[in-house]
Each structure stands twice: as structure tokens, then as C-alpha cells.
């Protein structure tokens, strides 16, 4: 009796490369300052089955001010349905926008970014809040910063985390 390798069957549950990329994703212009409240009020919606229009995510940017941007199967006249009701919401950009453009929105920033050796930084929290102090090295990988305060007798290297200070003179090139 011979043995034959029989092709493992595909799980439906794994979706093919159409499914993937079957969604459309659009901006909604938003009011000012208001575009957190427009993805919470979106999601809302969908939650309490107010409307039966199907979003996939909601992206909220920092870089993109006044907008929100809605990963969806639906057509466009369906989102401005959405738009509609949503409180501060106010139209959808014209065309449609793809996941290359808008993917690097989704890469968070290093909190070290801007900040290099010899850079006056103050710290704002911990044990030495307040103080000054200049930078002696950057480890983007850890997103650490050693510092060295300014008015210590004793130069001492502390080692902070990089959302823990905020920066007072940028180092300028000598």
C-alpha cells in the first residue's frame, strides 16, 4: 500500500488576500480639537447598534489635525450617512486613501526623538523634578536618556526615561 501526501485542507477562518484588502479607508473632517470625541462618538454608534454601518478601526492621528480616519467595507455615501450623525463630524474627504499612505501613522514615534547629547533637558518627574540638566547620551533602543544635572557639584550620571524630561535649549551645531 503506497503512501500519498494528501494537500492539508485551508481553515476557512483564514481569510484570503481579497478579504484583507477589501476595505476602503477614509478621512472625516472633524471640528477643531474635536477629533478624539468624534472616534469615541463613532464608536459608540456602533456599539449601541444606533446604525448598522460596519467600521473596521478608527484612527485618530496626532500629526493629522481636524481629522479622523475610518477603516471600512461600506461605500462612501454610507460613511457620509455615518458623518451625519456624529457630533462634530463634518464631511468625508473627497476619494478614498490606502493603507501605504496612512501606515505611518501607525509607527508610535521614539520619545527620545529630538533630543540629542549636549541638549539642556528639565526634568519632570521623579525624585530630581524640576532640575536641569544636559544630556550625555541617547539609547533610542531602551528610550532612556542619561543626564547629568547642571547644578551639581558632583557630576552625577542619572539615567531617565525619555517622557520624563522636557526640553529647555536644544544644542546647537558648534
Not at 481629522?67 to 457620509?80: D, G, K, M, Q, S
Not at 526623538?113 to 532640575?131: H, M, R, Y
Amino acid at each position: 500500500m503506497a503512501m500519498t501526501a494528501e494537500p492539508t485542507p485551508v481553515s476557512p477562518a483564514v481569510p484570503t488576500v481579497p478579504e484583507v484588502f477589501s476595505n476602503r479607508i477614509f478621512a472625516i473632517k472633524t471640528t477643531s480639537k474635536q477629533e478624539r470625541t468624534v472616534a469615541d462618538n463613532i464608536l459608540k454608534a456602533i456599539e449601541t447598534k444606533a446604525t448598522d454601518i460596519k467600521v473596521t478601526s478608527i484612527i485618530v492621528p496626532n500629526e493629522l489635525q481636524g481629522y479622523v480616519l475610518v477603516e471600512t467595507p461600506e461605500e462612501r455615501n454610507r460613511i457620509e450617512q455615518l458623518v451625519e450623525m456624529i457630533a462634530h463630524a463634518r464631511a468625508v474627504a473627497k476619494g478614498q486613501t490606502t493603507l501605504a499612505e496612512v501606515g505611518h501613522f501607525l509607527i508610535p514615534k521614539p520619545v527620545v526623538s529630538g533630543i540629542d547629547e549636549g541638549t539642556i533637558v528639565e526634568l519632570i518627574a521623579g525624585p530630581f523634578k524640576g532640575e536641569k540638566a544636559v544630556v550625555k547620551r541617547v539609547d533610542s533602543a531602551k528610550e532612556e536618556i542619561t543626564v547629568e544635572l547642571y547644578e551639581s557639584v558632583v557630576p552625577i550620571p542619572i539615567t531617565v526615561r525619555g517622557d520624563n524630561v522636557r526640553v529647555v535649549d536644544k544644542v546647537s551645531d558648534r
